[in-house]
């Protein structure tokens, strides 16, 4: 991945439900120096049935408000992320110390 630009992740209630109906978060180019994601730790997580629990910045997009039904479900969203949890063993676990 790119590490100047914004990562993008479509979150949707079940796995490949399509971008239509996911919520966008974003990590940022500023934001994940202060961080420890490792993309190829995250991948197991992509199209799976893990709960995601995402911190971070709520805004308001309004560039994509044209879209909404068809590349998203709304203009909201997490930007930056400042925390990636998944759910293990019915406990959330912080994704950084994965890595």
């Known amino acids: 991945m790119d590490n ?3 990562w993008h992740i479509y979150l949707t209630a079940s796995p490949n439900q399509g971008i239509a109906n996911a919520i966008i978060v974003e990590t940022t180019p500023r934001v994940r ?3 420890h994601w490792d993309k190829a730790k995250l991948d197991p997580f992509v199209n799976s049935t893990t709960q995601v629990r995402i911190t971070g910045w709520l805004l308001y997009d309004w ?8 590349q998203r479900a ?3 969203e997490v930007h ?3 925390k990636i949890e998944v759910m293990q063993n019915r406990t959330w676990v912080d994704t950084e ?3």
């Open 74 to 76: 709304t203009v909201w």
């Open 33 to 35: 120096p202060n961080h």
């Open 4 to 6: 100047a630009v914004d």
């Open 63 to 70: 560039e994509h408000i044209d879209v909404i039904g068809s």
């Open 80 to 82: 930056p992320i400042t």
């Open 97 to 99: 110390p994965l890595h």
